[in-house]
């Protein structure tokens, strides 16, 4: 395999990779009725009139399962932080004694966790949409490749059938992620 043609490999498998990491991401965000930490990841503080991520200027705990506890660093934020937590729309409104901020999360309905499937499967797709694309332009790279080393036909052809592989590969990854996923929120 000339050095061309492991480079499309390569490049292509690790956009692939980072589109299921992408998706990760979104999952780490979704409310399962479950206290999850990741769910402050977007939440930014103006302090000192820098937007910072919140779980960098606090420690956040799960209490109980269904609980945050949120302890800034810096006490004189504590309000701040209230007003961001408010702000994000996280479903949940924060209680604050002083000292730590608290998000209860409620179980959610039967409904929301329907509407939250729907969100799990729609992130599932947007990350099947972004390796189709990565493997047209792969598909796109190789016809490249071909007239540039004037490859054989049966070389493009078996190479075709290896970019298809790895992307059924990284698809079928999203759709057991996926349904994980959906399980875990679903499950009462």
Do not use: H, W
């Not at 309905?109 to 499967?121: G, L, Q, S």
């Not at 540039?148 to 057991?176: A, C, F, M, W």
């Amino acid at each position: 395999m000339s050095e061309a043609l492991e480079e499309l490999f390569l490049f292509g498998e690790e956009k692939m990779e980072k589109a299921i990491l992408q998706m990760k991401r979104e999952f780490a965000s979704v409310r399962t009725g479950r206290a999850n930490p990741a769910v402050l990841d977007k939440v930014m503080v103006d302090y000192y009139g820098v937007p910072t991520q919140l779980r960098q200027m606090s420690q956040v705990t799960v209490n109980e399962g269904t609980t945050l506890v949120i302890t800034p660093y810096d006490k004189t934020i504590l309000k701040d932080i209230e007003k961001a937590l408010i702000k994000a729309e996280l479903g949940v409104a924060p209680n604050s004694d002083g000292f730590c901020i608290r998000l209860n999360f409620p179980p959610l309905t039967e409904e929301r966790r329907k509407e939250t499937a729907k969100d799990v499967k729609k992130y599932g797709e947007d990350a099947k949409v972004v390796i189709r694309n990565i493997r047209r332009d792969m598909v796109d790279d190789l016809k490249k490749i071909e007239k540039d080393e004037n490859l054989p036909e049966d070389s493009v052809k078996d190479n075709q059938d290896k970019i298809q592989k790895l992307t059924d590969k990284y698809v079928g990854i999203v759709d057991s992620l996926v349904s994980e996923k959906e399980k875990e929120v679903l499950t009462v």
